[in-house]
């Protein structure tokens, strides 16, 4: 089996991807815009070839690179960079070399689309917040009449939290209708609940593997627009309510071969018009693993390879599946711009061997996640909030 991974250096833990894959007798070919020597010793290792190119956004570079492997190798089988900013290219690759395996081009609007996924989430029905995708301020004040403020502006299309707004009146609504949009924005109404994730692993026939869920402690729009931390952390068990609304999207979205992240609302109080307390909706999804660093919270959590589990998934359709674990893996994110009231060390001190690892992130990821975060794992989610109000508890000045 031939597989190109696209951008396998970033994020740092994606060499591990790599690694399954080898293990398993793939020729695993990278394509990156890094130079070879900056690689790590890890990933070299994990790699049969790399083929380096000015800028991954230059097409034709990607064209000549995949050819190369093609001429070398032979037919390619798998085409993958587990990354939602390249998940399109990543299609249109597949179509340019007839690769069979993966996201199909055609199909990639309904993964990247918001507006689309409300038609594919009313198919698994799961409610969503209702929505105005409009440019026309009539409509729009309409829209805003009908379901209350604040409302919440983003891309139609995009990638993480940018570009998003919370309008908390009419004359803001006015305004930033005034100032026109440089890409389609959906409009929805403010939804009072939590967010959490139905993550996992589905095979080609669209059977799950492994499913799982996590809590957020705040919004990711949150974090990046009011420069707040953000803490997430894995449930021990899956609600049923949850689960049964994760499997249906999965199925809806008629998802295969891959990692998926679907993001819900669960409503932390009624809500009318949209539903009632513990109800779950459909937030978006995302074809890929989920971000940053959770797939290491997903093993510290399970006291397994994730990593490896979706490479047996590639080569073999298999892994094993589980509701449960052992433990409740947690990062929280800190921000160099607030002052805590414990510090590092004091965190460190207070929670002893259940403290994994204390890490700074590159500035691409610090944005949402925080410029510190720390890393634990507990046996009780009485635990884990303890060690989230402790983390995220500010000084008195702040």
Avoid at 40 to 68: H, P
Avoid at 309 to 317: F, G, R, S
Wanted: proline share 3%; hydrophobic share 40%; net charge negative.
């Amino acid at each position: 089996m031939n597989f190109v991974f696209i951008s396998p250096n970033f994020p740092d833990n994606y060499w591990l991807f790599c690694q399954g894959l080898k293990r398993l007798g793939v020729n695993v070919c990278g394509i990156g815009d890094a130079p070879y020597e900056t690689l790590s010793e890890e990933l070299k290792q994990n790699l049969n070839e790399y083929y380096r190119v000015d800028s991954l956004a230059n097409y034709d570079e990607m064209i000549k690179a995949i050819g190369y492997f093609t001429y070398r190798y032979g037919k390619i089988d798998w085409l993958e960079s587990n990354n939602e900013y390249w998940l399109r290219q990543d299609a249109r690759l597949r179509r340019e070399f007839n690769i069979q395996t993966g996201i199909q081009l055609e199909a990639i609007d309904g993964y990247q689309c918001k507006s689309r996924m409300k038609e594919y989430y009313a198919k698994a029905g799961v409610k969503t917040a209702r929505w105005c995708l409009s440019e026309n301020l009539e409509e729009l004040e309409a829209f805003a009449n009908q379901v209350g403020f604040p409302l919440i502006a983003k891309p139609n299309i995009g990638v993480g939290a940018g570009n998003t707004h919370k309008i908390n009146s009419m004359d803001e609504l006015r305004s930033l209708v005034a100032a026109g949009f440089n890409e389609a924005m959906i409009f929805e109404e403010f939804i009072k609940g939590d967010v959490t994730s139905y993550d996992g692993i589905v095979n080609e026939r669209g059977e799950i593997l492994f499913e799982t869920s996590h809590v957020y402690t705040a919004s990711i729009m949150d974090a990046v627009n009011e420069h707040q931390g953000i803490g997430c952390y894995s449930r021990l068990s899956l609600p049923d309510e949850l689960k049964q609304a994760g499997r249906k999207t999965v199925a809806a979205f008629n998802t295969r071969s891959r990692f998926f992240h679907f993001e819900f609302f669960v409503l932390s109080e009624d809500q009318p018009g949209v539903g009632n307390q513990g109800d779950v909706l459909g937030l978006e999804v995302n074809m890929r693993p989920p971000g940053g660093f959770l797939p290491d919270l997903i093993n510290y959590a399970n006291d397994f390879n994730i990593y490896q589990l979706w490479a047996d998934m590639i080569v073999t359709n298999q892994t094993s599946m589980t509701s449960e674990r052992p433990y409740s893996a947690v990062f929280m994110g800190r921000k160099d711009c607030l002052s805590y009231q414990y510090s590092l060390q004091d965190i460190r001190d207070e929670f002893k061997e259940a403290v994994l690892d204390i890490r700074r992130l590159p500035s691409v990821l610090a944005e949402a996640m925080g410029d510190v975060v720390v890393l634990a794992r507990f046996k009780t989610t009485a635990e884990v909030e303890r060690f989230v109000a402790a983390c995220s508890r500010l000084a008195d000045n702040s």
